[in-house]
């Protein structure tokens, strides 16, 4: 497995020449991250549904197929259409898609047959917009994150609607999300709690003659813990977990999930601009650059783990720095981000640095949404 560690081996030769701030991807470190992940799933790469909202690269779902990885989750209908369009061969929109968003997903649907296309429901009402389609049905429990969902405890209704989507329904989506705000050391313990609530569904909806084909879990924080889950194992269904941020990681992926062989494979590549005070810098990578949305620091400063990011404006991010630091204007950072999804959905292109060199420019295919002037039928003026 590729190992990098330190600046020297980020560092981009020619980095002078490069327009800041600018997204940068090593293709090399994604593909050990997917490796790292397989790894977990004990190579099994059906054991894997990725969300990619994390890559949002159609560059990069070329590395999960040429590994093996085809069923995938995403969150809205450009990344969708991103997924199918790379051929990905089973794709979840993990979101409750509404009136306009609802009649999109459809006709992405229609326009991509090859891909199996499923949706997340909590009602009988969200299940009737899907009606004489092929799209499937995943109920959407509530873990607890109370973000969406039906409740955990609501057994008998969930089963009642299962029964009555019985033709579309594939399985159930179980997003614990908020293990990430729970300590390491009670993590595992909470997780199989969460488990073991879930397959009392599971088996409920079984008892009552529903066909369960997949269990869909856990996200980056609670994935190891998926996979130590007993219950999972020898079952009729398919187990998944679904973590994305692996791919790349960040800050927070590599504090919650040490000892797998996790590394950075997407930085900020930024430029010093000012030293108003001795023991202060700042560079052009603010919180359009680097996403603020998960607190302050936003970011570290890879090879510098002295300097303290301070909270960013629109384009600038102050860094506080030793005061005997040799700096220069102009010269270049390497950051980090702490959360990496909504960093990489703020450029419009990744650079893809291979031993040292801009190998080729990608786009970020899946950033923003969905051009509502295009589904809706309107010209762009």
Same mark, same amino acid.
């Given at each position: 497995?590729l &190992?990098?560690?330190g600046?020297?081996?980020?560092?981009?030769?020619?980095?002078? *020449?490069?327009l800041?701030?600018?997204?940068?991807?090593?293709?090399?470190?994604v593909?050990a991250?997917?490796?790292?992940t397989?790894n977990?799933?004990?190579? *099994?790469?059906? /054991?894997? !549904?990725p969300?990619?909202?994390?890559?949002?690269?159609?560059?990069v779902?070329?590395?999960f197929?040429?590994?093996?990885?085809r *069923?995938?989750?995403?969150?809205?209908?450009?990344?969708?259409?991103?997924?199918?369009?790379?051929?990905?061969?089973d794709?979840?929109?993990?979101?409750?898609?509404?009136?306009?968003?609802?009649?999109a @997903?459809?006709?992405i649907?229609?326009?991509?047959?090859?891909?199996?296309?499923?949706?997340?429901?909590?009602?009988?009402?969200? @299940?009737?917009t899907w009606r004489?389609?092929?799209?499937? =049905?995943?109920?959407?429990?509530?873990p607890?994150?109370?973000?969406?969902?039906?409740?955990?405890?609501?057994?008998?209704?969930i089963?009642?609607?299962?029964?009555?989507?019985?033709?579309?329904f594939?399985?159930?989506?179980?997003?614990?999300?908020?293990?990430?705000g729970?300590?390491?050391?009670e993590?595992?313990r909470?997780?199989?709690e969460?488990?073991? /609530? =879930?397959?009392?569904?599971?088996?409920?909806?079984?008892?009552?003659g529903?066909?369960?084909?997949?269990?869909?879990?856990?996200?980056?924080?609670a994935?190891?813990?998926?996979?130590?889950?007993?219950?999972? /194992?020898? !079952?009729?269904?398919?187990?998944?977990?679904?973590p994305?941020?692996?791919?790349?990681?960040?800050?927070?992926? =590599?504090?919650?999930?040490?000892?797998?062989?996790?590394?950075?494979a997407?930085?900020?590549?930024?430029?010093?601009?000012?030293?108003?005070?001795?023991?202060?810098i700042?560079c052009?990578?603010?919180?359009?650059?680097v996403?603020?949305?998960?607190?302050?620091?936003?970011?570290?400063?890879?090879?510098?783990?002295?300097?303290?990011?301070?909270?960013?404006s629109?384009?600038?991010?102050?860094?506080?720095?030793p005061?005997?630091?040799?700096i220069?204007?102009?010269?270049?950072?390497?950051?980090?981000?702490?959360? &990496?999804?909504?960093?990489? *959905?703020?450029?419009?292109?990744? =650079?893809?640095?291979v031993d040292?060199?801009?190998? !080729?420019?990608?786009?970020?295919?899946? /950033?923003g949404?969905q051009?509502t002037?295009?589904? @809706?039928?309107?010209?762009?003026?």
């Amino acid at each position: 497995m590729l &190992v990098m560690n330190g600046l020297e081996m980020y560092r981009i030769a020619d980095a002078e *020449n490069l327009l800041t701030p600018a997204l940068l991807i090593y293709p090399q470190i994604v593909d050990a991250n997917i490796e790292a992940t397989l790894n977990m799933t004990g190579g *099994n790469p059906d /054991r894997w !549904r990725p969300h990619i909202k994390t890559v949002k690269m159609t560059a990069v779902l070329q590395r999960f197929h040429a590994h093996g990885v085809r *069923n995938f989750k995403c969150s809205t209908t450009l990344e969708l259409i991103t997924a199918c369009a790379a051929k990905a061969a089973d794709v979840l929109l993990a979101f409750p898609v509404m009136a306009a968003n609802a009649r999109a @997903a459809r006709e992405i649907a229609e326009q991509f047959p090859a891909t199996r296309i499923s949706i997340l429901i909590e009602s009988i009402e969200q @299940a009737a917009t899907w009606r004489g389609t092929d799209i499937g =049905l995943f109920i959407d429990v509530n873990p607890g994150m109370n973000r969406t969902g039906m409740s955990e405890d609501s057994v008998e209704a969930i089963v009642k609607l299962a029964r009555k989507v019985s033709d579309s329904f594939r399985g159930v989506h179980y997003y614990d999300g908020h293990m990430s705000g729970v300590a390491a050391d009670e993590r595992e313990r909470r997780a199989h709690e969460g488990y073991d /609530r =879930l397959l009392r569904i599971v088996d409920a909806l079984q008892k009552e003659g529903v066909t369960v084909g997949e269990v869909i879990t856990s996200g980056t924080p609670a994935s190891p813990y998926a996979m130590s889950y007993p219950g999972f /194992r020898g !079952r009729e269904f398919a187990h998944r977990i679904s973590p994305g941020t692996v791919v790349f990681n960040d800050m927070t992926s =590599l504090e919650q999930l040490p000892g797998f062989g996790y590394q950075s494979a997407a930085l900020v590549l930024s430029t010093v601009v000012s030293q108003p005070a001795a023991q202060s810098i700042t560079c052009d990578a603010g919180h359009k650059s680097v996403s603020a949305d998960a607190g302050v620091p936003t970011c570290s400063v890879i090879g510098h783990s002295d300097w303290v990011p301070a909270k960013p404006s629109e384009e600038h991010l102050p860094i506080g720095i030793p005061v005997e630091t040799k700096i220069a204007l102009g010269d270049k950072l390497y950051l980090l981000p702490r959360h &990496v999804c909504p960093t990489v *959905n703020n450029f419009d292109e990744a =650079l893809m640095v291979v031993d040292g060199k801009v190998q !080729r420019i990608e786009s970020v295919t899946a /950033r923003g949404h969905q051009s509502t002037a295009t589904a @809706a039928g309107f010209a762009i003026l």
